[in-house]
């Protein structure tokens, strides 16, 4: 049974993730403009492909000619047709996309339009619609809060079981639970990533930076060095810019207050604590020249990511 045909009840769009929206995104999907992402190469010719194992698949066979490698002889057509016969294969060239999605408690907080988890969840199945689309499988891994892996899958069946995934995910979480909430470093997850692949031609982290952590560098080179990695910053309006002079209601573990800025001072020190996610994280994927880009919870996902994603193509 397909996980969007499960009994849930659907997200507002706003704090909480709406899976109608998700799957809605496919119509966008559609209608844009992408370069194929899965090219199939023959290995033709004189001599056969010496490549094993992964990634060959059979393409035909034909008459033995010189040069060509006897371990790729094909005994059976040889025994009918008595006469020498090589098999011939073709490499698998699929793109494949693994999604890194933080789910930390940090994610549920917004000050425009919708939290940033329901950002990051309407990037993701931009994202996984957009990549499939374009022939590329698509898995998505989260992080934090939630610790689960969809593997890879192609078409709309993979785009439709990431949609279900993120509803899902999103309607378990229980905010500022130190039982069911982990607090696992980007570094944690770029470590298991990597371990994942499984034949990810690329990368595409969806994270606000505040799990970013100083070992998150080198486990970012060493994940560059296998699949061409994307980040993508979800931050809110007052982590990316000075917020106007005035009071503003806030509320944390249950808690209310009011947080006061009527200086520049005070604006200034609060836009510093509260952005230092989202610029540790930019500033460290631009250092590495990686692809990024920064969004807030107001613009449209869809267009972010596809830009970011069309700019990369199917490797490094």
């Not at 496919?26 to 090219?39: C, G, I, K, Y």
């Not at 098999?87 to 940033?116: A, N």
């Not at 980007?186 to 990368?203: C, E, F, K, Y």
């Not at 692809?291 to 807030?296: E, L, V, Y």
Request: glycine letters at 8%.
């Amino acid at each position: 049974m397909s996980v969007v045909a499960t009994q849930r009840v659907d997200g507002d769009g706003r704090t909480r993730v709406s899976l109608s929206e998700l799957i809605a995104l496919r119509a966008r999907a559609v209608r844009v403009r992408v370069s194929p992402m899965q090219s199939r190469v023959a290995r033709s010719g004189q001599q056969s492909s010496r490549l094993h194992g992964r990634g060959m698949d059979y393409a035909e066979s034909r008459v033995y000619q010189a040069g060509d490698d006897v371990r790729r002889l094909d005994w059976r057509l040889t025994a009918r047709s008595g006469k020498l016969h090589t098999k011939l294969f073709q490499e698998d060239r699929e793109g494949c996309l693994l999604i890194l999605l933080d789910t930390h408690d940090s994610m549920h907080f917004g000050t425009r339009v919708r939290f940033k988890s329901v950002q990051a969840a309407r990037a993701a199945a931009s994202a996984a619609w957009y990549a499939s689309r374009a022939g590329e499988r698509v898995g998505i891994m989260a992080f934090g809060a939630v610790e689960h892996l969809l593997r890879p899958q192609a078409g709309a069946r993979g785009a439709l079981s990431i949609c279900g995934a993120l509803s899902d995910w999103d309607a378990s979480h229980e905010p500022n639970n130190a039982e069911t909430n982990g607090s696992e470093p980007l570094s944690a997850a770029l470590t298991r990533a990597g371990r994942l692949l499984h034949g990810a031609s690329r990368v595409l982290v969806i994270s606000d930076g505040i799990s970013c952590d100083d070992a998150s560098r080198q486990r970012l080179i060493d994940l560059h060095r296998r699949a061409s990695v994307n980040v993508l910053v979800v931050a809110d309006a007052l982590e990316l810019a000075l917020a106007p002079p005035g009071r503003y209601p806030m509320e944390h573990a249950g808690e209310r207050s009011d947080v006061v800025l009527h200086s520049d001072r005070q604006r200034s020190d609060f836009q510093q604590v509260l952005g230092a996610g989202p610029a540790r994280l930019s500033g460290l994927a631009k250092s590495l020249g990686l692809r990024c880009s920064n969004i807030d919870t107001t613009v449209d996902a869809f267009d972010a990511v596809t830009t970011l994603l069309r700019a990369t193509g199917p490797s490094r």
